[in-house]
């Protein structure tokens, strides 16, 4: 099979499984104070480009890009079913959210992710993110990391 990745909208039953997988790996690794999750109305808004990957029919990534209104913006809900790791997925994520942002003629792309996943810091590491001060409405956190990726 030959996985795809589309806009579609996050409110269908493979997506909705995918934040639960989520929700639930992120309250097992931290405190509810620094779980910065965003639900679905959220991801809803006209402000936000929201990806689905697929295996086949089989949804099994999604991710997000949330505009920030100040020619930024942040990557938010990047979540690959376990099943699914090693398809490249996340790196398939990546590009699109990439072109995405090109399109947008954005300055940069952000995001927040935690310390005790460097799966995911690798990723964006190997993508060009490095590491900023918090930003937005993100205050101080020692068990989140903040990384920012300058575009043009």
Known sequence: MSVTI????????GVIRLLDLSDAYAQSLYP???????DLSVLEKPSVSFLVARNGDAIVGCCALVEAGDGTAEIKRMFVDPEARGLRIAS????ALEAIAGEMELTAI????GIYQPEAIALYRKY?????????????DPLSLFMEKRLG
């Open 128 to 140: 060009g993110y490095r590491e900023i001060e918090p930003f937005g409405s993100y205050l101080p």
């Open 92 to 95: 398939g994520l990546m590009n």
């Open 32 to 38: 509810a104070e620094s779980n910065h999750l965003v």
């Open 6 to 13: 589309a806009h579609e909208p996050p409110r269908q039953e």
């Open 110 to 113: 952000r995001l927040e992710t």
